[in-house]
């Protein structure tokens, strides 16, 4: 390669860098939900109209941040850490307030019965962030997927990892009261912006009132049922006007993963918070 094409190499990924680095998302839900311009009824927070979700993988990504993580011998207790570039991890005043929360830790188990938890490790002094792990999820090879907001920079970061306790996994599930009765989907192509409805109800058909969860009327999380480690999608809701209705729907839109079967969990509070599961079949 000559000197001047050596130039203009250098000069092509200088430029390419530059505009990228301008693309990057600078709101703390940009990376998780495109064109983020939410609408606030009451104190309750809903997507905007041209907002959706997209499902991604952090480790292909490549954010500036690893996630370790480990847990007690018991698998009751675990710890995680966050640690930038420099080595050094995020403390708690390095980390911005998003939905209500610092950092959002979604907990899934591989294979079994693919139970899941959506948690809030505490700061504490060291750097750590420490939580008390469901008994459903106590002693099972889990994924852990983390979404936090540098405070600096406004940043999404999302990281992602494995773990797994001693002892022997329960395969522990615990029976919702609620019920999804259905999830209708606008479409299910690959690659397509789909929006997901979907209806519930309360106990034996009796109507459900949704209250608020972290600044929004439910939280829905998608993973892959086929590829462990594959990626994740964190949803909220778009008002629709169903929200509060006697046997309510949660709307979410949704750019769709490759093809394959994903579960959705849907976690929503009724004066008692619940996690509810369905199934997503994406075609090709």
Same mark, same amino acid.
């Given at each position: 390669?000559?000197?001047?094409?050596?130039?203009?190499?250098?000069?092509?990924?200088?430029?390419?860098?530059?505009?990228?680095?301008?693309?990057?998302?600078?709101?703390?839900?940009?990376?998780?939900?495109?064109?983020?311009?939410?609408?606030?009824?009451?104190?309750?927070?809903?997507?905007?109209?041209?907002?959706?979700?997209?499902?991604?993988?952090?480790?292909?990504?490549?954010?500036?941040?690893?996630?370790?993580?480990?847990?007690?011998?018991?698998?009751?207790?675990?710890?995680?850490?966050?640690?930038?570039?420099?080595?050094?991890?995020?403390?708690?005043?390095?980390?911005?307030?998003?939905?209500?929360?610092?950092?959002?830790?979604?907990?899934?188990?591989?294979?079994?019965?693919?139970?899941?938890?959506?948690?809030?490790?505490?700061?504490?002094?060291?750097?750590?962030?420490?939580?008390?792990?469901?008994?459903?999820?106590?002693?099972?090879?889990?994924?852990?997927?983390?979404?936090?907001?540098?405070?600096?920079?406004?940043?999404?970061?999302?990281?992602?990892?494995?773990?797994?306790?001693?002892?022997?996994?329960?395969?522990?599930?615990?029976?919702?009261?609620?019920?999804?009765?259905?999830?209708?989907?606008?479409?299910?192509?690959?690659?397509?912006? $789909?929006?997901?409805?979907?209806? *519930?109800? !309360?106990? /034996?058909?009796? =109507?459900?009132?949704? &209250?608020?969860?972290?600044?929004? #009327?439910?939280?829905?999380?998608?993973?892959?049922?086929?590829?462990?480690?594959?990626?994740? $999608?964190?949803?909220?809701?778009? *008002?629709? !006007?169903? /929200?509060?209705? =006697?046997?309510?729907? &949660?709307?979410?839109?949704?750019? #769709?993963?490759?093809?394959?079967?994903?579960?959705?969990?849907?976690?929503?509070?009724?004066?008692?918070?619940?996690?509810?599961?369905?199934?997503?079949?994406?075609?090709?």
């Amino acid at each position: 390669m000559t000197p001047r094409q050596q130039i203009f190499l250098i000069s092509a990924l200088a430029v390419v860098g530059f505009f990228g680095l301008r693309a990057l998302p600078d709101t703390q839900c940009a990376f998780l939900h495109a064109d983020h311009q939410p609408v606030v009824v009451d104190g309750v927070e809903f997507c905007g109209v041209n907002e959706e979700a997209n499902f991604y993988s952090p480790k292909a990504l490549q954010f500036p941040v690893e996630l370790k993580i480990g847990l007690s011998e018991d698998g009751s207790k675990g710890e995680l850490r966050l640690i930038k570039e420099d080595g050094l991890p995020y403390y708690a005043h390095e980390v911005a307030v998003s939905h209500t929360q610092k950092v959002h830790l979604h907990l899934r188990q591989i294979g079994g019965v693919r139970a899941y938890a959506h948690l809030h490790p505490v700061a504490a002094d060291d750097g750590s962030w420490r939580f008390d792990v469901p008994v459903g999820l106590r002693g099972a090879a889990l994924e852990a997927y983390v979404d936090f907001a540098d405070a600096r920079t406004s940043r999404v970061m999302l990281a992602q990892a494995q773990t797994k306790a001693s002892i022997a996994s329960s395969d522990f599930a615990a029976k919702p009261r609620n019920v999804i009765v259905a999830m209708d989907a606008s479409t299910l192509k690959a690659g397509s912006s $789909a929006t997901l409805r979907v209806k *519930l109800s !309360g106990p /034996e058909g009796k =109507p459900l009132k949704l &209250l608020p969860i972290m600044g929004s #009327l439910g939280h829905a999380v998608v993973f892959s049922a086929d590829r462990p480690l594959s990626g994740y $999608a964190h949803m909220h809701p778009t *008002l629709e !006007g169903g /929200e509060y209705a =006697p046997n309510p729907t &949660l709307s979410f839109r949704l750019r #769709l993963p490759a093809p394959g079967t994903y579960d959705l969990w849907l976690n929503l509070n009724d004066g008692h918070e619940e996690l509810l599961r369905t199934t997503l079949v994406v075609t090709p």
